[in-house]
């Protein structure tokens, strides 16, 4: 237990609920459309989940090695950082996590196309490469994006566009236009957990010379950003609340309007790292309710 405690802590359990909203929206407008299919879901699941975990193990290492973990840090501590793990044992966990995740994708495509839509699944397998791409160069190597404050572009698109409608596209074998609006809600607000954490570690960023977009904009324009990015997605979902209007239901994710909105003004006042990091949990949290409301909206 001992030995298993660090890694479970390397793994960051608490982000995982984050990294499925999309494919729980995703599966619910399948289930709306009539295309759900259990074994998609489970495997959907399990590999958006070993992808996630495949990031935070990168994560770990890349800015472990790169020092940008450090005392200056507000955040948790991190494994390499603390030195339960060494950098040789996290590279190993990484190329064997990058082998489940290929394993996982391959069962995904193969349930969801079989032998019949070669296309789909050529489409799907440089997805899942691009997937493994971004997972492990947010911080790992000479040109990790993250470094470069390419990370905020790379969130939205895989955690808004392609779980969402990517999911949809493995149900359903197309996409349709309802799914478009959700996907960007979920791209707005996993952005702005990107955020928070970027504006949290703004000040230890800099010294360590890793440059993200809160380090670009600066502390004040970050805040604008980041309630740009909240009140976006507010808006969105509106939006598409009121084009795609089937029942009273469909409002039952305004629910997490109430504490987007709290953590809005919170974020507004917030001035020092605990402050935002206070935060982090509940945004994350708050999306995941966000998204599991959205998508049961539409099937009760």
């Known amino acids: 237990m001992s030995k298993l405690k660090p890694w479970l802590s390397a793994f960051r359990l608490r982000t995982l609920p984050l990294s499925v909203s999309g494919i729980i929206i995703g599966t619910c407008f399948a289930f ?13 699941i399990l590999t958006t989940v070993a992808l996630q975990i495949l990031s935070n193990l990168a994560n770990d290492y890349g800015d472990g090695i790169k020092g ?11 494994a390499i950082q603390s030195g339960s793990i060494t950098p040789a044992q ?11 995740v290929i394993v996982l994708s391959l069962l995904l495509i193969y349930m969801s196309f079989g032998q019949g839509n070669l296309l789909y699944s050529l489409l799907f397998i440089v997805l899942a490469g691009l997937s493994i791409y971004a997972a492990i160069n947010y911080t790992m190597g000479s040109k990790a994006y993250g470094y470069r404050g390419l990370g905020d572009v790379f969130v939205f698109i ?35 957990v990107l955020n928070l ?16 977009l809160a380090v670009k904009l600066g502390k004040q ?5 980041h309630l740009a990015l909240i009140f976006g997605a507010i808006l969105v979902s509106l939006v598409f609340t009121i084009l795609y209007y089937t029942s009273p239901l469909n409002f ?17 006042k917030a001035k020092t790292a605990s402050d935002f990091d206070s935060q982090l949990k509940i945004l994350a949290l708050t999306t995941f309710l966000f998204s599991v409301l959205l998508g049961v909206g539409y099937i009760l």
């Open 90 to 100: 996290m590279l190993e966990a990484i190329k064997v996590n990058i082998l489940i």
């Open 221 to 225: 324009r970050s805040k604008t950003y």
């Open 32 to 44: 709306y459309s009539g295309n759900y299919n259990t074994a998609i879901f489970v495997l959907a």
């Open 158 to 192: 895989f955690f808004g566009l392609v779980s969402v409608m990517g999911s949809y596209f493995l149900y359903a074998n197309k996409i349709d236009h309802n799914v478009v609006l959700p996907s960007i809600s979920l791209g707005l607000l996993s952005v702005g």
């Open 197 to 212: 954490n970027n504006m949290r570690d703004i000040d230890s960023d800099i010294l360590s010379n890793k440059i993200t």
């Open 252 to 268: 039952l994710f305004f629910v997490a309007y109430i504490p987007l909105i709290i953590h809005a003004k919170k974020i507004s």
């Open 68 to 78: 940008t973990d450090n005392n200056e840090r507000q955040g948790p501590e991190r």
